[in-house]
């Protein structure tokens, strides 16, 4: 089964100085961070304060590709996480027929915030996340970083804000 989840927060680790995105489940208060690289969050950042480029970025490029050739993202899944790593896919409709093509967990994001499609985590992955989150090797404990991003409210947000 998959839970509905929000983008809680786009942020600096302030341990690691790495970008995170903190997923929230809509219905509940858990909450998962996923690490991304600097661009993914600059794209992820650039939708979410709706600021406009000059020219189309990559996901831009991409959503107008799919407006132009009928297709539609339905919604977009964090299905796995393995070694440390997440697996997303994009569920496309396309002449009444749905697909799934493979994605970075950070281009699922940015591309369904420019979609404005929702974004599911499997069960799985929420709760294998939630209570085995890494980060960074040099980065808190998991219970530290849980503690930490459970806390968070929207001045701290604000704050680490990238």
């Avoid at 996923?34 to 490029?61: C, Q, Y």
């Avoid at 991409?62 to 977009?76: G, I, S």
Wanted: proline residues 6%; contains cysteine; charged residues 25%.
């Amino acid at each position: 089964m998959d839970v509905e989840v929000r983008i809680r927060g786009l942020m600096m680790d302030p341990a690691t100085n790495m970008p995170i995105v903190v997923l929230k489940d809509v219905a509940s208060d858990t909450v998962m961070p996923i690490w991304v690289g600097i661009f993914e969050a600059n794209a992820i950042a650039i939708e979410i304060e709706k600021v406009s480029a000059p020219r189309p970025m990559t996901h831009d490029l991409t959503r107008n590709l799919m407006r132009y050739m009928n297709a539609e993202l339905e919604r977009v899944v964090i299905t796995e996480l393995k070694d440390d790593t997440f697996f997303a896919v994009l569920w496309v409709r396309h002449d009444n027929e749905s697909m799934t093509v493979d994605a970075r967990p950070s281009d699922a994001i940015a591309l369904a915030l420019r979609a404005d499609c929702p974004i599911f985590v499997s069960e799985q992955v929420l709760q294998s996340a939630k209570l085995n989150t890494q980060g960074p090797p040099e980065g808190p404990t998991a219970e530290q970083l849980r503690g930490w991003l459970e806390g968070l409210n929207d001045e701290d947000l604000g704050r680490y804000k990238m």
